[in-house]
């Protein structure tokens, strides 16, 4: 983002903290911000927007560690997967002179740390913004602007509504990529094609961030997890009778499902052919 921030808003700028000494050493001699800060107050002392971009279940604890040093009118945003409980830590935390909305810029990889930082990771994707009937209408307004020039396209949605659709969307592959993993043998993986490691690509996600994601939405979650159960259930219940009609049904369904998605995305401009 910060790399985004400096090209697309060249006079803007760009203020990051980290709390490892070791990621602000790297930080600093890599230029991803204009300033690397040494303590978190100081980084946001002075700022207009302050973006939160670590793990979900720290939210509470950092939104408490900054809110004195806020100035006022200042816009709070996250880059958390979950949206619920980050709505209600920043209400109890964050004081009333400063405006809080969640984001989930859809972008990313499974690669982790400041070495693997690109300025045109948001390009031609979609951030979610997350409101409530107690948020501020122009820090919103600020919010579309900001990851509009950043590159992406920009949606409206309830904090409730966001966590359904993304539990089943983005938690259940990894929760399903992660399982296939564990559910083979480590000297049998090496003989794993392409369409493996395709299919497990997500679970090299960093586990920390993906625990406080499934803990902080785990009820959504857990029907995900239950309709998949259920299917995996047709699917064995199909295979066991030796029903080959079934099994064709059943993942003709799915294909259909997939190209009419990949024709979407696609014609949306978010695929390249």
């Known amino acids: 983002m910060t790399l985004a921030i400096l090209r697309s808003l060249p006079r ?17 001699q890599l230029a991803v911000a204009t300033e690397v800060a040494s303590e978190i107050t100081e980084s946001v002392s002075r700022a207009d927007l302050v973006v939160v971009a670590t793990p979900v279940c720290s939210f509470d604890e950092i939104f408490g560690a900054i809110a004195d040093a806020l100035p006022v009118g200042c816009i709070v945003t996250d880059v ?15 004081p009333k002179t400063a405006y809080y909305a969640g ?9 982790r740390g400041v070495e693997f930082a690109r ?7 979609t951030c979610i ?43 259940l592959p ?25 299919t497990s690509r997500v679970a090299s996600g960093p586990a920390n961030i993906w625990a406080d994601v499934l803990l902080t939405n785990a009820n959504n979650t857990i029907r995900g997890i239950d309709r998949i159960t259920a299917e995996l259930a047709k699917l064995k219940t199909a295979i066991k009778a030796q029903n080959k009609r079934q099994i064709e049904k059943l993942l003709e369904k799915a294909r259909d499902k997939r190209r009419a998605l990949i024709n979407y995305k696609m014609k949306k401009r978010e695929l390249i052919p």
């Open 129 to 171: 913004l997350t409101t409530t009937k107690q948020t501020n209408r122009k820090a919103v307004q600020t919010l579309r602007r900001f990851w509009s020039i950043l590159g992406c396209s920009v949606k409206l949605m309830t904090p409730a509504e966001h966590d359904r659709i993304f539990a089943n969307i983005s938690h």
């Open 174 to 198: 990894h929760i399903m990529a992660a399982a296939l993993m564990n559910a083979n043998d480590v000297e049998e993986l090496k003989l794993a094609s392409q369409g493996f490691i395709d």
């Open 12 to 28: 803007v700028k760009v203020v990051g903290y980290t709390h490892r000494t070791a990621t602000r050493r790297r930080a600093r």
């Open 103 to 111: 984001s989930h810029p859809i972008a990313g990889s499974e690669q």
């Open 119 to 125: 300025d045109d990771l948001f390009e031609q994707t």
């Open 80 to 94: 958390g997967s979950t949206k619920v409980l980050a709505h209600r830590w920043a209400t109890k935390r964050l």
